[in-house]
């Protein structure tokens, strides 16, 4: 390959092979490795295509962009890159769009000083992003990411893509990782910390910092470890060098606020059950109060005889003027697909771009409102409009989860 070449890689590369072991701490700097399956080692090609790109870029300032609501693994898994980065004189600023309201995200954050920024999409303009030379999807593929749409009109080109979700859209940057079948995107940060492009060190408090936070991405992905695979667990062990157990468990032991606990509670009080499926709208929410609709869906999926919660709800936001459906899934049934069961269920927006999508054992859709956005000041009105939704939105799902009879009752209409 020139140095123009893309250095675009197979998604969900194969590497055929049984054991095998890889040598020792060497002149080179590289850390070590344990013997492990040739399938669990990330493949040093892959390692040397982000390595040209990332010097093909070096003294570069890009755009890191994450999800609107990122998560711990996105969180953690952006600034694994940005320290990456930095080796190569590249500046790399962590931005969202959208809120960080998770109990845990804020202290993760807080506790960290993990540095992400928000840009509020009132205020941002195409001009302002004009000093990046490169974009980087870290965890998502841009579709879960209101700046997109800016960064494409300020014709920024995207440089690295790494992401565990299902290929969503036709991407071509420099370096692509997609893959699937891998649990957590800081686990694959985390191969790229063992294969040497950045050697940690529990010295240095950014770097300790830094592997407490990727400990608890692969922890979160994962559901504590316990849908964990190898791979998982020998990054968990690689991070367990260099991690503050205490930090990390003050991350932990936050609390829900009251206004989770409620909607928790109106997932309770909303829910109908059908095939083992808990199905809950919980009404209007807060921009900020967003991430309690995941937590409900964790909380439901922990009921007898219920393998799968949905819970949705319609959330406002008065800064940006905008009201959107956000639903989350859960599932405990390993034959079933979030991200196939969420695009079925809801499809494609007018631009070929799916509502939603997901990953092993959870899901999340976004539906805009549009024309139907707000006068939410209008009880009566407001009434009406969510009776609408709701209605409709088991509809869909319930054509999936109970086909042979998926009208709704009067009762569960109401």
Same mark, same amino acid.
């Given at each position: 390959?020139?140095?123009?070449?893309?250095?675009?890689?197979?998604?969900?590369?194969?590497?055929?092979?049984?054991?095998?072991?890889?040598?020792?701490?060497?002149?080179?700097?590289?850390?070590?490795?344990?013997?492990?399956?040739?399938?669990?080692? !990330?493949?040093?090609?892959?390692?040397?295509?982000?390595?040209?790109?990332?010097?093909?870029?070096?003294?570069?300032?890009?755009?890191?962009?994450?999800?609107?609501?990122?998560?711990?693994?996105?969180?953690?898994?952006?600034?694994?890159?940005?320290?990456?980065?930095?080796?190569?004189?590249?500046?790399?600023?962590?931005?969202?769009?959208?809120?960080?309201?998770?109990?845990?995200?804020?202290?993760? #954050?807080?506790?960290?000083?993990?540095?992400?920024?928000?840009?509020?999409?009132?205020? !941002?303009?195409?001009?302002?992003?004009?000093?990046?030379?490169?974009?980087?999807?870290?965890?998502?593929?841009?579709?879960?990411?209101?700046?997109?749409?800016? #960064?494409?009109?300020?014709?920024?080109?995207?440089?690295?893509?790494?992401?565990?979700?299902?290929?969503?859209?036709?991407?071509?940057?420099?370096?692509?990782?997609?893959?699937?079948?891998?649990?957590?995107?800081?686990?694959?940060?985390?191969?790229?910390?063992?294969?040497?492009?950045?050697?940690?060190?529990?010295?240095?408090?950014?770097?300790?910092?830094?592997?407490?936070?990727?400990?608890?991405?692969?922890?979160?992905?994962?559901?504590?470890?316990?849908?964990?695979?190898?791979?998982?667990?020998?990054?968990?062990?690689?991070?367990?060098?260099?991690?503050?157990?205490?930090?990390?468990?003050?991350?932990?032991?936050?609390?829900?606020?009251?206004?989770?606990?409620? #909607?928790?509670?109106?997932?309770?009080?909303?829910?109908?059950?059908?095939?083992?499926?808990?199905?809950?709208?919980?009404?209007?929410?807060?921009?900020?109060?967003?991430?309690?609709?995941?937590?409900?869906?964790?909380?439901?999926?922990?009921?007898?005889?219920?393998?799968?919660?949905?819970?949705?709800?319609?959330?406002?936001?008065?800064?940006?003027?905008?009201?959107?459906?956000?639903?989350?899934?859960?599932?405990?049934?390993?034959?079933?697909?979030?991200?196939?069961? !969420?695009?079925?269920?809801?499809?494609?927006?007018?631009?070929?771009?799916?509502?939603?999508?997901?990953?092993?054992?959870?899901?999340?859709?976004?539906?805009?409102?549009?024309?139907?956005?707000?006068?939410?000041?209008?009880?009566?009105?407001?009434?009406?409009?969510?009776?609408?939704?709701?209605?409709?939105?088991?509809?869909?799902?319930?054509?999936?989860?109970?086909?042979?009879?998926?009208?709704?009752?009067?009762?569960?209409?109401?």
């Amino acid at each position: 390959m020139n140095s123009h070449s893309v250095k675009t890689l197979e998604v969900n590369e194969v590497i055929s092979g049984s054991l095998i072991q890889n040598v020792v701490e060497s002149s080179n700097g590289y850390p070590s490795l344990e013997t492990v399956s040739t399938s669990t080692r !990330i493949p040093e090609q892959r390692v040397e295509a982000l390595r040209e790109v990332l010097e093909k870029h070096r003294g570069d300032r890009q755009i890191v962009l994450l999800q609107d609501f990122p998560d711990p693994d996105a969180l953690a898994s952006a600034w694994a890159y940005q320290l990456i980065a930095q080796q190569y004189n590249i500046q790399g600023d962590i931005i969202y769009a959208g809120a960080i309201s998770h109990q845990e995200n804020i202290a993760l #954050v807080k506790l960290t000083g993990l540095p992400v920024k928000r840009l509020n999409l009132q205020n !941002i303009r195409e001009k302002d992003l004009q000093g990046y030379q490169g974009c980087v999807l870290i965890d998502n593929q841009g579709t879960t990411c209101q700046l997109m749409q800016l #960064v494409r009109q300020a014709e920024i080109p995207i440089t690295v893509v790494i992401d565990h979700h299902t290929l969503q859209e036709d991407l071509s940057p420099e370096f692509l990782d997609i893959r699937p079948s891998t649990r957590a995107t800081a686990t694959i940060l985390t191969q790229y910390l063992q294969a040497g492009l950045l050697k940690l060190d529990s010295s240095i408090s950014e770097h300790v910092k830094c592997a407490t936070a990727l400990t608890h991405g692969i922890r979160s992905d994962t559901n504590r470890l316990m849908q964990a695979q190898e791979e998982d667990f020998l990054a968990a062990g690689y991070l367990s060098r260099y991690y503050d157990a205490q930090l990390l468990n003050a991350v932990l032991q936050t609390y829900r606020s009251k206004r989770v606990m409620d #909607v928790i509670q109106r997932s309770l009080t909303n829910r109908i059950v059908k095939n083992n499926f808990s199905i809950a709208g919980v009404g209007y929410l807060r921009y900020e109060d967003r991430d309690a609709i995941p937590q409900a869906a964790d909380f439901l999926v922990t009921e007898e005889n219920v393998h799968t919660a949905l819970v949705y709800g319609i959330v406002h936001d008065e800064d940006e003027e905008l009201e959107v459906v956000i639903g989350s899934l859960r599932t405990t049934k390993l034959t079933l697909d979030p991200d196939e069961f !969420i695009k079925e269920a809801f499809g494609q927006d007018s631009h070929g771009r799916f509502f939603g999508g997901g990953r092993m054992s959870a899901g999340g859709f976004e539906i805009p409102l549009g024309f139907l956005c707000g006068f939410t000041e209008n009880a009566e009105f407001a009434k009406r409009k969510w009776d609408i939704f709701d209605t409709q939105i088991k509809q869909k799902l319930l054509r999936l989860v109970n086909p042979k009879d998926n009208l709704l009752s009067p009762e569960e209409k109401r």
